[in-house]
């Protein structure tokens, strides 16, 4: 089975861009659909940028023309491009996954922060 392992996020003002990335790693795995999600504090987790394994993707209406999902079937990588950052972005970011060998099961990364300031 397979894990996830962020990378990006940090501190970054407002107008600026970062980038995350998302590996999953394992033995005997594979993988559907991929996105990112985030979380601010007393809020819900929710969808920012999801894609298929054949490369379909839905974004938040809130994220539209500012932030690009990309992914690698071949390494099973993930990457979230982020623009024109505002405050409101401000979250924990997290992968996701959807394992379906060995057995179906829904992967999360630890979660990486991204604060944007004003």
């Known amino acids: 089975q397979a894990q996830l392992v962020e990378s990006g996020g940090g501190l970054v003002q407002a107008g600026g861009s970062l980038r995350l990335s998302c590996a999953a790693s394992g033995t005997a795995f594979s993988i559907n659909d991929m996105g990112w999600y985030r979380q601010a504090p007393g809020k819900q987790r929710d969808m920012v940028a999801a894609i298929t394994r054949g490369g379909s993707i839905n974004y938040a209406d809130s994220v539209k023309g500012r932030f690009t999902i990309s992914r690698d079937n071949a390494k099973n990588t993930v990457a979230l491009q982020m623009n024109s950052l505002t405050p409101e972005d401000t979250a924990v970011y997290y992968c996701?996954?959807?394992?379906?060998?060995?057995?179906?099961?829904?992967?999360w990364g630890q979660g990486t922060q991204v604060t944007v300031s004003s």
């Open positions: 996701k996954a959807d394992q379906v060998e060995p057995y179906p099961r829904d992967l």
